[in-house]
């Protein structure tokens, strides 16, 4: 009778035309939340190659304009970093990494006895690191013969070649750093190879795998990744990270957590520790390049919620490298004027469903409790000790952070008793596959696991009962 009297109203035409209007907004509307679900899990459109060219002057790699002014100004204001790092180049220390070091102190300085000592450097036969050649030919330009510039654009361009194959990130970069310093010196195809790396190397092959997590980035190879975000963006404007953006948006906090609670003191300054599975003590080294990385997250995109989280765990003068490896990087990175946010309003769990990885601490003191879970491996650190959880052997659950961890086996049941709500993950699934959630007085619940087996569940508040895990016969 309702729809009689509407009719009878405004017109038989009016409302039709009403209703289609509605129907038409409701469809977008269930037509865009869709696409957008697909998305998430399913990979990009293909896209038309871009056309990338390098046309921004020497230095290119690493210094653009803006930090290499902060970078001077730091010397001018005798900063601590800058301090550090002249005491050990002007004392002659030994230096890891001689041509970074002095070709950037020749940046920043303008001393030139240093760059000709970096250029000198590079033509020894005995150089063969790829990234330090092309940071020195790239930062020492103004000072190169014309034999000199002859030789290394002959020794980079061989090096680059060599590297053609190339697949880790490590090597990638080194190539990549180096064409874009041959640009305009080496062979005349120097851009259609890094358009080359861009578009199939990343866009076909590296990037797809972050976003579904068939391929992990190794945490060690953090720096090196974003060296070259930095490197090509700096040179071409183009931004690597929009090929896997929620891969990234997650790394700044999984990053965070995946540090161990206890510090490392070590004779130059304190450490951070990043995960290993190794024995024995940390590889300083890395820890080093760990935190080198997270500085340079933070440098590409200063303006991000979650890098500022990450900057707030940085800036401490403990954990300033001072040492002969550590001090190019931490001067090179480093911006202490930078605002943070504190990372204590970060959550003490951290779901990386990019990468199928799991970090959570029970608090942020150093002496907190710790689990780490990625590629099907387990790891506690609990009371000064570190050790390994066998998977397939089905330890006891962990509660950790307000969160519970169960190892699946066979006749699984989760026990979900909160008052408040929380978190319950399962590890040891497979990876990206359907498992039904069965619950009493429940219905039947199907969910998906992540590139890692992990299937997170949230769990409301005030809920008191068992959830029963099996794969999807489906």
Same mark, same amino acid.
């Given at each position: 009778?309702?729809?009689?009297?509407?009719? $009878?109203?405004?017109?038989?035409?009016?409302?039709?035309?009403?209703?289609?209007?509605?129907?038409?907004?409701?469809?977008?509307?269930?037509?865009?939340?869709?696409?957008?679900?697909?998305?998430?899990?399913?990979?990009?459109?293909?896209?038309?190659?871009?056309?990338?060219?390098?046309?921004?002057?020497?230095?290119?790699?690493?210094?653009?304009? $803006?930090?290499?002014?902060?970078?001077?100004?730091?010397?001018?204001?005798?900063?601590?970093?800058?301090?550090?790092?002249?005491?050990?180049?002007?004392?002659? %220390?030994?230096?890891?990494?001689?041509?970074?070091?002095?070709?950037?102190?020749?940046?920043?300085?303008?001393?030139?006895?240093?760059?000709?000592?970096?250029?000198?450097?590079?033509?020894?036969?005995?150089?063969?690191?790829?990234?330090?050649?092309?940071?020195?030919?790239?930062?020492?330009?103004?000072?190169?013969?014309?034999?000199?510039?002859?030789?290394?654009?002959?020794?980079?361009?061989?090096?680059?070649?060599?590297?053609?194959? %190339?697949?880790?990130?490590?090597?990638? $970069?080194?190539?990549?750093?180096?064409?874009?310093?041959?640009?305009?010196?080496?062979?005349?195809?120097?851009?259609?190879?890094?358009?080359?790396? +861009?578009?199939?190397?990343?866009?076909?092959?590296?990037?797809?795998?972050?976003? #579904?997590?068939?391929?992990?980035?190794? $945490?060690?190879?953090?720096? %090196?990744?974003?060296?070259?975000?930095?490197?090509?963006?700096?040179? #071409?404007?183009?931004?690597?990270?929009? /090929?896997? %953006?929620?891969?990234?948006?997650?790394?700044?906090?999984?990053?965070?957590?995946?540090?161990?609670?206890?510090?490392?003191?070590?004779?130059?300054?304190?450490?951070?520790?990043?995960?290993?599975?190794?024995?024995?003590?940390?590889?300083?080294?890395?820890?080093?390049?760990?935190?080198?990385?997270?500085? @340079?997250?933070?440098?590409?995109?200063?303006?991000?919620?979650?890098?500022?989280? +990450?900057?707030?765990?940085?800036?401490?003068?403990?954990?300033?490298?001072?040492?002969?490896?550590?001090? #190019?990087?931490?001067?090179?990175?480093?911006?202490?004027?930078?605002?943070?946010?504190?990372?204590?309003?970060?959550?003490?769990?951290?779901?990386?469903?990019?990468?199928?990885?799991? @970090?959570?601490?029970?608090?942020?003191?150093?002496?907190?409790?710790?689990?780490?879970?990625?590629?099907?491996?387990?790891?506690?650190?609990?009371?000064?000790?570190?050790?390994?959880?066998?998977?397939?052997?089905?330890?006891?659950?962990?509660?950790?952070?307000?969160?519970?961890?169960?190892?699946?086996?066979?006749?699984?049941?989760?026990?979900?008793?909160?008052?408040?709500?929380?978190?319950?993950? +399962?590890?040891?699934?497979?990876?990206? @596959? /359907?498992?039904?959630?069965?619950?009493? /007085?429940?219905?039947?619940?199907?969910?998906?696991?992540?590139?890692?087996?992990?299937?997170?569940?949230?769990?409301?508040?005030?809920?008191?009962?068992?959830?029963?895990?099996?794969?999807?016969?489906?």
């Amino acid at each position: 009778m309702r729809v009689i009297r509407t009719l $009878r109203c405004v017109g038989v035409t009016q409302c039709v035309q009403d209703l289609m209007t509605r129907l038409i907004r409701l469809t977008i509307i269930v037509f865009t939340s869709l696409l957008a679900v697909s998305q998430e899990n399913q990979p990009v459109e293909k896209l038309p190659e871009e056309d990338i060219s390098v046309s921004t002057d020497h230095p290119r790699l690493l210094l653009p304009p $803006r930090r290499l002014r902060l970078l001077q100004r730091e010397r001018e204001r005798d900063s601590p970093r800058f301090r550090q790092l002249e005491t050990l180049i002007a004392g002659k %220390a030994q230096m890891p990494e001689p041509g970074f070091a002095w070709a950037l102190y020749y940046q920043v300085s303008g001393a030139k006895d240093f760059g000709i000592q970096a250029v000198k450097w590079a033509l020894d036969p005995k150089s063969t690191d790829l990234r330090q050649l092309a940071l020195v030919f790239d930062w020492c330009q103004p000072i190169l013969t014309e034999a000199q510039s002859k030789a290394l654009v002959d020794k980079l361009t061989r090096g680059a070649a060599a590297l053609e194959k %190339a697949q880790s990130i490590p090597q990638v $970069r080194d190539r990549m750093l180096t064409l874009i310093a041959l640009v305009g010196h080496g062979p005349k195809n120097t851009e259609d190879q890094i358009k080359q790396l +861009v578009n199939v190397w990343w866009r076909k092959e590296i990037a797809p795998s972050l976003r #579904t997590g068939t391929k992990e980035a190794p $945490r060690q190879d953090s720096y %090196a990744m974003f060296e070259m975000l930095h490197a090509l963006r700096d040179s #071409t404007n183009v931004d690597l990270r929009d /090929d896997a %953006a929620r891969y990234f948006k997650e790394l700044p906090a999984y990053h965070i957590l995946s540090y161990y609670p206890p510090i490392f003191p070590a004779a130059e300054n304190e450490y951070r520790i990043p995960f290993y599975t190794s024995d024995g003590e940390p590889d300083l080294k890395i820890a080093a390049l760990s935190r080198a990385g997270d500085l @340079a997250m933070v440098a590409y995109d200063t303006n991000a919620q979650e890098n500022q989280f +990450v900057q707030s765990w940085l800036i401490h003068d403990r954990f300033m490298m001072r040492g002969t490896f550590g001090i #190019t990087y931490e001067f090179l990175w480093a911006n202490p004027y930078q605002p943070g946010l504190s990372y204590y309003h970060l959550p003490l769990f951290m779901h990386h469903s990019a990468s199928g990885k799991l @970090a959570l601490r029970s608090s942020w003191d150093d002496d907190a409790a710790w689990f780490h879970f990625s590629n099907n491996q387990a790891q506690m650190f609990e009371n000064g000790e570190r050790k390994d959880l066998k998977i397939g052997a089905a330890p006891k659950p962990v509660e950790i952070a307000g969160a519970m961890i169960y190892f699946y086996h066979d006749g699984l049941k989760l026990e979900a008793d909160t008052e408040t709500g929380g978190m319950i993950y +399962v590890l040891g699934l497979k990876p990206n @596959a /359907d498992y039904d959630l069965e619950a009493d /007085d429940r219905e039947l619940e199907e969910k998906k696991t992540d590139a890692g087996g992990i299937l997170p569940l949230k769990i409301g508040p005030k809920s008191k009962y068992e959830i029963r895990v099996r794969p999807s016969p489906r």
